[in-house]
Protein backbone atom coordinates (compact mmCIF):
# COMPACT_ATOMS: atom_id res chain seq x y z
CA UNK A 1 0.00 0.00 0.00
CA UNK A 2 1.52 3.47 -0.91
CA UNK A 3 1.90 6.36 1.50
CA UNK A 4 -1.14 8.32 0.10
CA UNK A 5 -3.16 5.19 0.56
CA UNK A 6 -2.41 4.64 4.48
CA UNK A 7 -3.09 7.79 5.16
CA UNK A 8 -6.54 8.00 3.20
CA UNK A 9 -7.43 4.63 4.89
CA UNK A 10 -6.28 5.99 8.07
CA UNK A 11 -8.57 9.22 7.38
CA UNK A 12 -11.88 7.57 6.41
CA UNK A 13 -11.92 5.64 9.66
CA UNK A 14 -11.25 8.76 11.52
CA UNK A 15 -13.82 10.53 10.04
CA UNK A 16 -16.28 7.46 10.57
CA UNK A 17 -15.22 7.89 14.14
CA UNK A 18 -16.61 11.58 13.82
CA UNK A 19 -12.94 12.83 14.62
CA UNK A 20 -13.54 15.26 12.14
CA UNK A 21 -10.21 17.39 12.91
CA UNK A 22 -7.54 14.91 12.88
CA UNK A 23 -9.11 12.74 9.55
CA UNK A 24 -8.72 16.46 8.18
CA UNK A 25 -5.01 16.15 9.61
CA UNK A 26 -4.40 12.53 7.82
CA UNK A 27 -6.38 13.34 4.61
CA UNK A 28 -3.98 16.42 4.32
CA UNK A 29 -1.16 13.89 4.52
CA UNK A 30 -2.49 11.90 2.31
CA UNK A 31 -3.07 14.98 -0.60
CA UNK A 32 0.57 15.93 0.08
CA UNK A 33 1.79 12.16 -1.17
CA UNK A 34 -0.22 11.98 -3.98
CA UNK A 35 -2.43 15.44 -5.03
CA UNK A 36 -4.12 13.49 -7.84
CA UNK A 37 -6.41 11.25 -5.11
CA UNK A 38 -9.31 11.66 -5.53
CA UNK A 39 -11.03 10.25 -2.53
CA UNK A 40 -8.69 11.83 -0.75
CA UNK A 41 -9.95 15.16 -1.90
CA UNK A 42 -13.63 14.05 -1.40
CA UNK A 43 -13.09 12.54 2.14
CA UNK A 44 -11.38 15.81 2.91
CA UNK A 45 -14.34 17.61 2.04
CA UNK A 46 -16.46 15.74 3.88
CA UNK A 47 -14.49 16.13 7.14
CA UNK A 48 -14.66 20.12 6.08
CA UNK A 49 -18.37 20.06 5.62
CA UNK A 50 -18.80 18.57 9.65
CA UNK A 51 -16.92 21.43 10.67
CA UNK A 52 -18.44 23.75 9.06
CA UNK A 53 -15.83 24.74 7.26
CA UNK A 54 -17.45 25.12 3.49
CA UNK A 55 -15.49 27.12 1.36
CA UNK A 56 -12.73 24.86 1.78
CA UNK A 57 -14.80 22.09 1.36
CA UNK A 58 -16.67 23.19 -2.08
CA UNK A 59 -12.52 23.48 -2.74
CA UNK A 60 -11.39 20.39 -2.23
CA UNK A 61 -14.30 18.96 -3.99
CA UNK A 62 -13.01 20.89 -7.12
CA UNK A 63 -9.48 19.41 -6.55
CA UNK A 64 -11.72 15.89 -6.70
CA UNK A 65 -13.94 16.15 -9.51
CA UNK A 66 -11.02 17.78 -11.76
CA UNK A 67 -9.05 14.10 -11.04
CA UNK A 68 -12.51 11.90 -11.21
CA UNK A 69 -15.19 13.89 -13.01
CA UNK A 70 -17.79 11.21 -13.69
CA UNK A 71 -18.31 10.57 -9.38
CA UNK A 72 -21.92 11.46 -8.67
CA UNK A 73 -21.07 11.27 -4.37
CA UNK A 74 -18.45 14.20 -5.14
CA UNK A 75 -20.81 16.03 -6.85
CA UNK A 76 -23.44 15.40 -4.37
CA UNK A 77 -20.73 16.73 -1.94
CA UNK A 78 -20.28 19.72 -3.68
CA UNK A 79 -23.99 20.26 -3.54
CA UNK A 80 -24.16 19.97 0.04
CA UNK A 81 -21.16 22.44 0.86
CA UNK A 82 -22.66 25.07 -2.00
CA UNK A 83 -26.24 24.34 -0.38
CA UNK A 84 -25.00 25.12 2.95
CA UNK A 85 -23.23 28.08 1.60
CA UNK A 86 -26.66 29.06 0.90
CA UNK A 87 -26.31 29.04 -2.56
CA UNK A 88 -28.99 27.14 -3.82
CA UNK A 89 -29.47 27.51 -7.20
CA UNK A 90 -25.81 26.19 -7.76
CA UNK A 91 -26.38 23.29 -5.13
CA UNK A 92 -29.46 22.16 -7.13
CA UNK A 93 -27.20 22.37 -10.65
CA UNK A 94 -24.24 20.19 -8.76
CA UNK A 95 -27.27 17.11 -7.55
CA UNK A 96 -28.31 17.36 -11.15
CA UNK A 97 -25.54 16.43 -12.18
CA UNK A 98 -25.18 13.36 -9.89
CA UNK A 99 -28.48 12.35 -11.06
CA UNK A 100 -27.09 12.59 -14.81
CA UNK A 101 -24.05 10.24 -13.52
CA UNK A 102 -25.95 8.42 -10.92
CA UNK A 103 -29.80 8.44 -11.04
CA UNK A 104 -30.55 5.55 -9.37
CA UNK A 105 -29.43 3.33 -6.14
CA UNK A 106 -28.57 5.49 -2.48
CA UNK A 107 -26.44 8.81 -4.54
CA UNK A 108 -29.44 8.84 -6.99
CA UNK A 109 -31.73 8.90 -3.58
CA UNK A 110 -29.67 11.05 -2.00
CA UNK A 111 -29.27 13.45 -4.72
CA UNK A 112 -32.97 13.39 -5.82
CA UNK A 113 -33.88 14.53 -2.17
CA UNK A 114 -30.69 17.01 -1.72
CA UNK A 115 -32.02 18.86 -4.74
CA UNK A 116 -35.64 19.04 -3.03
CA UNK A 117 -34.26 20.89 0.06
CA UNK A 118 -32.27 23.05 -2.27
CA UNK A 119 -35.55 24.01 -4.44
CA UNK A 120 -37.58 24.39 -1.05
CA UNK A 121 -35.19 27.31 -0.35
CA UNK A 122 -35.53 28.72 -3.80
CA UNK A 123 -39.17 28.45 -3.15
CA UNK A 124 -40.17 26.16 -6.14
CA UNK A 125 -42.08 23.63 -3.94
CA UNK A 126 -43.72 22.34 -6.77
CA UNK A 127 -40.57 21.19 -8.59
CA UNK A 128 -39.05 20.09 -5.26
CA UNK A 129 -41.84 17.82 -4.03
CA UNK A 130 -41.28 16.14 -7.36
CA UNK A 131 -37.76 15.52 -6.30
CA UNK A 132 -38.96 13.92 -2.99
CA UNK A 133 -41.03 11.63 -5.51
CA UNK A 134 -37.81 10.65 -7.41
CA UNK A 135 -35.98 9.90 -4.19
CA UNK A 136 -39.18 8.20 -2.98
CA UNK A 137 -39.26 6.11 -6.17
CA UNK A 138 -35.69 4.93 -5.67
CA UNK A 139 -36.64 3.96 -1.82
CA UNK A 140 -40.26 4.36 -0.74
CA UNK A 141 -39.12 3.39 2.69
CA UNK A 142 -36.72 6.68 2.57
CA UNK A 143 -38.28 8.85 5.97
CA UNK A 144 -36.63 12.05 5.24
CA UNK A 145 -38.27 12.46 1.79
CA UNK A 146 -41.68 11.50 3.36
CA UNK A 147 -40.70 14.31 5.51
CA UNK A 148 -39.23 16.84 3.56
CA UNK A 149 -42.34 16.33 1.02
CA UNK A 150 -44.71 17.09 3.68
CA UNK A 151 -42.97 19.82 4.54
CA UNK A 152 -43.14 21.35 1.20
CA UNK A 153 -46.92 20.50 0.72
CA UNK A 154 -47.69 22.45 4.10
CA UNK A 155 -46.23 25.55 2.71
CA UNK A 156 -48.27 24.97 -0.76
CA UNK A 157 -51.51 25.04 2.00
CA UNK A 158 -51.87 21.05 0.69
CA UNK A 159 -52.30 20.15 4.52
CA UNK A 160 -54.12 17.30 4.15
CA UNK A 161 -51.18 15.73 1.96
CA UNK A 162 -48.49 16.97 4.21
CA UNK A 163 -50.07 14.63 7.03
CA UNK A 164 -50.22 11.69 5.60
CA UNK A 165 -46.25 12.54 4.26
CA UNK A 166 -45.38 12.56 7.83
CA UNK A 167 -47.90 9.64 8.88
CA UNK A 168 -45.81 7.53 6.46
CA UNK A 169 -42.25 8.73 7.94
CA UNK A 170 -43.78 8.02 11.61
CA UNK A 171 -44.59 4.38 10.25
CA UNK A 172 -41.08 3.63 8.80
CA UNK A 173 -39.49 5.45 11.74
CA UNK A 174 -41.63 5.54 14.87
CA UNK A 175 -39.21 7.56 16.74
CA UNK A 176 -38.55 10.25 14.00
CA UNK A 177 -39.12 13.24 16.32
CA UNK A 178 -38.70 16.01 13.57
CA UNK A 179 -41.96 13.75 11.76
CA UNK A 180 -44.32 13.76 15.03
CA UNK A 181 -43.57 18.03 15.19
CA UNK A 182 -44.50 18.43 11.79
CA UNK A 183 -47.21 16.01 12.00
CA UNK A 184 -48.36 18.14 15.05
CA UNK A 185 -47.75 21.45 12.62
CA UNK A 186 -50.14 20.08 10.02
CA UNK A 187 -52.50 18.55 12.38
CA UNK A 188 -53.00 22.02 14.13
CA UNK A 189 -53.71 23.68 10.51
CA UNK A 190 -56.36 21.53 10.48
CA UNK A 191 -57.92 21.98 13.13
CA UNK A 192 -57.17 18.37 14.80
CA UNK A 193 -56.25 19.93 17.93
CA UNK A 194 -56.21 16.33 20.11
CA UNK A 195 -53.90 14.55 17.48
CA UNK A 196 -51.96 17.85 17.39
CA UNK A 197 -51.46 17.76 20.72
CA UNK A 198 -50.21 14.17 20.86
CA UNK A 199 -48.01 14.65 18.20
CA UNK A 200 -45.96 17.44 19.67
CA UNK A 201 -46.25 15.32 22.99
CA UNK A 202 -44.49 12.44 21.02
CA UNK A 203 -41.93 14.70 19.60
CA UNK A 204 -41.32 16.41 22.97
CA UNK A 205 -40.97 12.33 24.69
CA UNK A 206 -38.03 12.23 21.78
CA UNK A 207 -36.74 14.78 22.91
CA UNK A 208 -37.03 17.55 20.22
CA UNK A 209 -38.27 20.79 21.61
Same mark, same amino acid.
Given at each position: ?5 ? +? ?5 ? &? ?25 ? +????? #?? &? ?25 ? +???? $? ?28 ? *??? #??? *? ?29 ? +? ?5 ? &????? *? ?20 ? #???? $? ?21 ? $? &??
Amino acid at each position: MSEDEV +WLEEGIA &LRRMGRYSQAAEALEKAIAANPANAAA +WRNLA #WA &LCQMDRNEEALASCEKAISQEPESART +WILR $GFALHRLGRYEKAVNSYARAIELNPLGPDG *RRA #WNN *RGAALDNLQRHEEAIESYDEALFIDPFDVYA +WNNRGVA &LGILG *RQEEASRCFEKAIEIEPEYATA #WRNL $GVACRALHREEKAGAAFARAREL $G &LE
